[in-house]
């Protein structure tokens, strides 16, 4: 945690203009402790208002990515498995702009509940796909991967027709940029969000540990455990699809982070998901606060989508586990 406080204080001092410790400290003390530390009112407001929450909303939303890669890396046996790459991302942002742009349900409706009903109907329509494609027990896993696949380019075509049907242009550049991954706009409100329900889905995911830990050896040895293998699963694919859903309704589509993060971790702690759990969640929230700082900085005076940062990452990553994944079978 001493790391993650440390990165935290990173994320709140670099940026367009770098800000000293010292003042960040202050900053905080005087907002947290009531301390009455003299500190410039611009310094104060962007320390409080917008590196603080942008820190803590790419910390949750780097966690919840990492521990929702690791659950459906176990559930699925695929080292491939993860939000991004089996359309979940895809179909939460398809539901947060339908939302935002369509006015569903006259105001009722918030963004992330749309994200959770499109995550879900992106899942349920990749495992038909899979299901209908037939194939041995075995190449299921592969089949759900590739129809992932399918299903996110379903999706962001769906995202893009109704980006071009209901909006403007403004709309339009403002929705693409945040597609892409966009936490300008986090604030204390977008905090209050993120911080329950990271907190919660990944307590409730490190409940089913030992079921994971079984479930890594097939549904079939699961089961031979005693371990309810449908309601499992179920409440697990649930949890990861929501925390993914309410991540993406708040900051955009962000891949490769469960992807990227649980593989690394595994090499560190093994794959005992009692500690993979935790130190994926920990090193999720690490990697997307330094993504976040890197894409603040690496362009003067401009601001990259964290996406971007993270493909760049992933990308690479992505080709080598998949040879590595090749090579083994």
Known sequence: MGLLSFTILLGISLGETVIPFKIVLKTLSNHLFYYDYKVDVLDAGIIWNYRLT??????????????????????????????Y?????????????IVALTGLGGGLISMSFGAFIGAIIAFVFVIIIAIAAGG??????????????????????????IIAKSANAEQARGIMFWLLGNLSGVRWPDVWLAVPVAISGI?????????????????????????A??????ILVMITTGITAVMVSI????????????????????????????????????????????????????????GVVTALVGAPAFSLILIRSRKSG
């Open 85 to 97: 790459l089996l359309g979940i991302s895809a179909g939460a942002s398809a539901g947060a702009v």
């Open 136 to 161: 041995s027990r075995s190449s299921i896993t592969t089949q759900i991967i590739l129809a992932g696949i399918a299903g996110s380019q379903l999706f962001n075509a769906l995202t893009s027709l």
């Open 229 to 234: 293998v449908r309601r499992t699963q179920t």
């Open 251 to 306: 900051v955009g589509a962000i891949g490769f982070v469960g992807l990227v993060i649980p593989h690394a971790v595994r090499m560190l702690v093994g794959t005992q998901h009692k500690y993979l759990l935790p130190a994926s969640a920990l090193a999720g929230a690490i990697f997307l606060i330094i993504a976040d700082i890197i894409s603040r900085t690496i362009i003067s005076g401009q601001t990259l989508p964290i």
């Open 203 to 227: 307590l409730i995911c490190l409940y089913f540990y030992r079921a994971l830990d079984a479930f890594s050896f097939g549904a079939d040895s699961a089961a031979s455990l005693g371990i």
């Open 54 to 83: 942008r820190s803590i909303v790419s910390a949750c939303c780097g966690a919840c990515l990492a521990v929702s890669g690791v659950v459906l890396q176990a559930l699925l046996r695929n080292a491939l498995a993860e939000p």
